[in-house]
């Protein structure tokens, strides 16, 4: 069975700081993705990792994938009030030959509160 | 383009009840999967469909739970004789055709069974 372990699950940091959210999984896969969901919301998709070192930006958020140690990372540069949410990484569980988005499993996620 | 639509966002049931989510996915996307996300869990995968037919159901409960997405119409999940244990957002996603295409996710439907 796959499992994908996050941590921290829960983090407080202050605006301006720096952090990182590891996200370990324990079969070997080389897809892996990071969502954010804000309270009562949906699921919004922020980076698509597809390969051993594949290293994605995006504003204050940076995403690596390191397949061999099987870890992926989301680093935050200079928190924001507006980053809180909560962060899951999903793994590729299952890749289907006939077509299709892939099954993922998903970490518990990471609650992120940033205080002003 | 509106997004993956799911109705109702809350829906409440008392145990024994029957309760239907309903999933509408992405204009052009053929594809549908739920996934449920209990308290303070990770999304877990339950089931992908296409148009009429039942791709994967690795992740569904072995009784009591059902999935459907006919030609015409919204995908449905049903669940019969809910338990307490059912409480939880239930999340549709979609994605178009093609091999490993991104899925979008819906906004879910909160079930409550009291």
């Known amino acids: 069975e796959l499992k994908v372990e996050q941590n921290p699950l829960f983090l407080s940091m202050q605006e301006g700081k720096n952090y990182t959210i590891y996200c370990n999984y324990s079969t070997t896969s080389d897809r892996l993705y990071w969502y954010r969901q804000d309270p009562g919301k949906s699921l919004e998709s922020l980076f698509v990792l597809l390969s051993n070192g594949a290293v994605k930006q995006e504003g204050r958020l940076m995403a690596s994938l390191d397949t061999k140690a099987r870890l992926s990372t989301l680093h935050i540069t200079a928190a924001v009030h507006d980053l809180s949410a909560t962060y899951f990484c999903?793994?590729?569980?299952?890749?289907?030959?006939?077509?299709?988005?892939?099954?993922?499993?998903f970490g518990k996620g990471t609650h992120l509160i940033i205080q002003p | 383009n509106a997004g993956v639509m799911q109705n109702p966002r809350h829906l409440v049931r008392r145990r024994g009840q029957e309760a239907r989510l309903r999933c509408s996915p992405m204009k052009g996307h053929s594809h549908v999967y739920w996934y449920r996300q209990l308290p303070e869990e990770g999304l877990k995968f339950m089931v992908y469909l296409q148009k009429e037919n039942i791709i994967d159901e690795s992740g569904m409960p072995k009784e009591r739970f059902s999935a459907e997405f006919p030609k015409e119409g919204p995908s449905i999940l049903r669940i019969q004789q809910v338990v307490r244990g059912d409480s939880a957002a239930y999340f549709c996603?979609?994605?178009?055709?093609?091999?490993?295409?991104?899925?979008?996710f819906g906004q879910g439907t909160r079930l409550t069974v009291v």
């Open positions: 996603a979609s994605s178009p055709p093609g091999a490993s295409t991104e899925a979008f």
């Open positions: 999903a793994v590729v569980l299952i890749v289907y030959s006939g077509g299709g988005a892939d099954g993922l499993t």
